[in-house]
């Protein structure tokens, strides 16, 4: 097991922190990222989602249909509590309570559930980390856009219009359509894809670990209490819903699993490209990236029962 989260976690921490170094020491201007993080959203992270999805058979995409559901309440729940608290409690305003929704709510499934799920529940089960991130970004993204976009005073026909056209939104919709379709991928294109498209997770890390280094870490009740929905909350609430939709076996363990990875950088990638850089945003991501090695433990335990 410790060889497990070892495969799956050293390597994320090992990027977020050249990033960070990178930024601190000047290496690589950390106030001027629209690059790389251009580079990321609206190609990189696009193309790789297409490829996975598209990569896909038809009947394996349909047969994670409840898994979809499970992933796709969980996540909107804990968006919610997440949105809530900030606006409620913390009184922070809705373009940063947005972001810090999407953070908390959508797991780094990019990053860390991919080695970690090919690792613990075989090859197979890396379909639903494709999944997992298209539901997200035909969903909440596209959500947490439009929220972006309306604070800039957009009408809100024209937000909506654009954020769907976001290459962001665009690639994995188009990839699903591609599987449900039945069209095989050509293996030249596939190639071709995946070699743009593999560089998302590793460029991703290191520009959170260049964002958060030109940033001060907030210790506080709010990105504590971020950390605990998403390290302990999110993978209860998961529990929960593959008990709710009768979910066993792999599927169980993939939903569970799945849910329980640290915070995503969505959130601080979105952030960058609409000037909205909460401190809380970055520091929960590293928060809870260091509390995963604890509960992620937990949850690979606990998964035979499922």
């Known amino acids: 097991m410790a ?21 601190k020491r000047g290496v690589v201007d950390n106030t001027d990222v629209g690059s790389l993080n251009a580079l990321v959203m609206s190609v990189a992270l696009p193309i790789s989602l297409f490829t996975s999805l598209a990569a896909g058979s038809r009947e394996a995409v349909l047969a994670r249909w409840k ?3 499970v992933f796709l309440v969980v996540m909107t729940i804990v968006y919610a509590i997440t949105y809530v608290i900030q606006r409620r409690v913390h009184h922070r305003p ?14 780094n499934v990019a990053a860390v559930a991919l080695p970690l799920v090919a690792v613990v529940l075989g090859p197979d089960a890396t379909l639903s980390v494709a999944a997992a991130l298209g539901i997200s970004a035909i969903t909440l993204t ?3 856009i439009v929220v972006l976009e309306r604070q800039r005073g957009g009408a809100i026909g024209k937000v909506i219009r654009q954020s769907l056209s976001k290459f962001m939104v665009v690639g994995p919709a188009l990839g699903l359509a591609w599987s449900l379709l039945g069209i095989p991928l050509p293996d030249l294109l596939r190639v071709t894809l995946t070699t743009i498209g593999s560089v998302t997770a590793g460029v991703a890390l290191f520009l959170t670990g260049l964002v958060l280094s030109s940033q001060a870490i907030e210790f ?12 302990v909350v999110r993978p209860v609430l998961a529990y929960l819903g593959v008990l709710a939709f009768g979910l066993t076996g792999e599927l169980a363990q993939e939903s569970v699993l799945l849910l329980a990875v640290p915070a995503g950088f969505f959130g601080v990638l979105l952030g960058i490209g609409y000037q909205v850089r909460p401190p809380v945003v970055g520091t929960t991501v590293l928060f809870s990236t260091l509390a995963s090695a604890v509960t992620i433990s937990a949850v690979i335990a606990l998964l035979p029962r499922l």
């Open 67 to 69: 898994f979809a559901v």
């Open 142 to 144: 596209p959500f947490t």
């Open 94 to 107: 809705i373009s940063e309570s947005a972001l810090q929704a999407l953070t908390v709510a959508f797991p």
């Open 3 to 23: 060889r497990e989260i070892a495969l799956a976690l050293l390597p994320v921490f090992f990027v977020l922190a050249v990033g960070y170094a990178a930024g």
């Open 220 to 231: 506080s009740r709010n990105a504590f209490g971020s950390t605990a929905l998403a390290v």
